[in-house]
T-cell receptor, first 112, second 115 residues
Framework: QQQVKQSPQSLIVQKGGISIINCAYE??????FPWYQQFPGKGPALLIA?????SEKKEGRFTISFNKSAKQFSLHIMDSQPGDSATYFC???????????FGEGTQLTVNP | DGGITQSPKYLFRKEGQNVTLSCEQN?????MYWYRQDPGQGLRLIYY???????QKGDIAEGYSVSREKKESFPLTVTSAQKNPTAFYLC??????????????FGPGTRLLVL
């Protein structure tokens, strides 16, 4: 079964610190890697996404780093803020694109 | 105002009862999806549809049924065969039915509780 493994399960960071969430995948046919942010009681919202032809993508305080040879990608949140406290999901899809495979999620808490 | 709407926000099911969750999108998206989310867990795919009048089972389809009679609507029925239906149900849509790199967009969710 195609899997995406996400770690850590939970993460506590102080305000202003860097939050790092990691994901690893098995299927080399995956070629699209989005990250979603979900607040309690709400639907997930797309945060940032990357394709394997680049090693890094940055949008504001959020950066995806991608290591194709290791089949790993990570989300870095710089200058973490209490408002970033949410659950973050990594995901991956292949060339057909019709299905996303999600990681298990990381609950991030940013303390003031 | 485009988007995905799900109703109701909360739904209560009695023992042996079938209930239907609504999902509507006005984004003109081809593909639609239903996911189940249990507390502290990830998203598991129930059913998805890439085109009107066609749908495929996801990873946990047992006890659920869907229909796709209109492009904008993809209702999910939780049948009495689903013994543990309490969960947060999320509907999503995607512009293209297939192809690379298209994002899925999610609705606000329906929380189903068993009485």
């Amino acid at each position: 079964q195609q899997q995406v493994k996400q770690s850590p399960q939970s993460l506590i960071v102080q305000k202003g610190g860097i939050s790092i969430i990691n994901c690893a995948y098995e299927n080399t046919a995956f070629d699209y890697f989005p990250w979603y942010q979900q607040f309690p009681g709400k639907g997930p919202a797309l945060l940032i996404a990357i394709r394997p032809d680049v090693s890094e993508k940055k949008e504001g305080r959020f950066t995806i780093s991608f290591n194709k040879s290791a089949k790993q990608f990570s989300l870095h949140i710089m200058d973490s803020q209490p408002g970033d406290s949410a659950t973050y999901f990594c995901a991956a899809s292949g060339t057909s694109g019709s299905r996303l495979t999600f990681g298990e999620g990381t609950q991030l808490t940013v303390n003031p | 105002d485009g988007g995905i709407t799900q109703s109701p926000k909360y739904l209560f099911r009695k023992e042996g009862q079938n209930v239907t969750l609504s999902c509507e999108q006005n984004l003109n998206h081809d593909a639609m999806y239903w996911y189940r989310q249990d507390p502290g867990q990830g998203l598991r795919l129930i059913y998805y549809s890439q085109i009107v009048n066609d749908f495929q089972k996801g990873d946990i389809a047992e006890g659920y049924s869907v229909s796709r009679e209109k492009k904008e609507s993809f209702p999910l029925t939780v049948t009495s065969a689903q013994k543990n239906p309490t969960a947060f149900y999320l509907c999503a849509s995607r512009r293209g039915a297939s192809g690379r790199g298209e994002t899925q967009y999610f609705g606000p969710g329906t929380r189903l509780l068993v009485l």
